[in-house]
């Protein structure tokens, strides 16, 4: 099933039908969460909302040391988290975690509060790092009515400098000498990325504040609303930092889903309320999700 990404696939190269791959699936789906451990304790967790559809949300609990997912739940608001953490963790379980991330939805961060007493909040910097992308972006919209050099240049801002080619350097080169406000906005973008990068976490808190008060100075308006998000959460924001605690293996786990979803090309294979389960524990490994 891993390999194959579909039921009729894997039926075919089992000789079963498909209802016998589902079967198969549920069983060990249910025998999995019937021998789940109820005392494991998690040290670091994660919470992440992943998109079925442009109005729909599901969440996704799961460990983030090892990026085993303990349970997902339809909907995104605080009562659907809520109910998802009381479901799968005890009030001792909830106690001994150390951290939990997430990103800067509210609803997440209620959650968190009430029902990890111990644990630090941590704001994923991959979102903190999206939302920069997109003010960069929207700077460039504005800047781009104006400015004819910036015409077909967005994923030129977006893109990762290593893999410019040697037209696309030119390109940008130009601009950055140019001085725009997009150039100006993408630098900050990629000092922030430096400040994730570096190593020693102990200076975290000197160099983000550093970095925050001269993106200030850049009087940049789009730039200046990602600011305000950033310290109306920088204790949130600070915590992954020092820790260096971050979504990365639920991010991996949201872009195996949307690859299912991709080569599923809108087939239904499980409903989100079968949930998603993956479990080392025992030694399997069942996605049940793709829509």
Same mark, same amino acid.
């Given at each position: ?84 953490? #009381?479901?799968?963790?005890?009030? *001792?379980?909830? %106690?001994?975690? @150390? ?8 609803? +997440? =961060? ?79 973008? #990629?000092?922030?990325?430096?400040? *994730?990068?570096? %190593?020693?976490? @102990? ?8 970095? +925050? =008060? ?78």
């Amino acid at each position: 099933m891993f390999q194959t990404k579909s039921q009729v696939r894997t039926s075919r190269l089992l000789r079963l039908t498909p209802d016998q791959v589902r079967h198969v699936m549920e069983r060990s789906v249910e025998f999995g969460l019937s021998v789940r451990s109820k005392i494991k304790i998690y040290r670091h967790l994660c919470i992440d909302e992943k998109a079925r559809s442009k109005r729909e949300y599901v969440t996704i609990l799961s460990d983030g040391d090892t990026g085993f997912v303990i349970d997902v739940a339809d909907g995104r608001a605080e009562e659907n988290a809520k109910q998802l953490i #009381e479901k799968n963790l005890t009030p *001792i379980q909830c %106690a001994a975690v @150390e951290t939990i991330s997430m990103d800067m939805w509210q609803a +997440f =961060i209620n959650v968190a509060k009430k029902l990890f007493p111990n644990a630090k909040i941590c704001h994923d910097p991959y979102h903190l790092v999206q939302h920069l992308n997109k003010a960069v972006d929207k700077t460039r919209i504005r800047e781009v009515k104006t400015q004819n050099e910036l015409k077909n240049t967005k994923y030129l801002f977006l893109k990762d400098k290593a893999s410019f080619t040697d037209k696309q350097q030119m390109k940008f080169d130009a601009i950055s000498k140019a001085n725009y406000e997009v150039s100006r906005a993408w630098r900050i973008k #990629e000092n922030f990325r430096d400040i *994730i990068r570096i %190593a020693n976490r @102990e200076g975290a808190f000197a160099l983000y504040t550093m970095w +925050f =008060i001269e993106s200030t100075k850049a009087h940049i308006p789009e730039i200046g609303k990602v600011l305000d998000i950033f310290a109306s959460h920088s204790t949130g924001i600070l915590n992954a930092l020092r820790t260096g605690r971050n979504n990365g293996k639920a991010e991996r786990l949201n872009g195996s889903i949307q690859e299912l979803k991709t080569i599923g090309r809108g087939i239904r294979m499980l409903s989100i309320s079968e949930s998603l389960y993956c479990s080392s524990t025992v030694g399997l490994y069942c996605i049940e999700t793709i829509c």
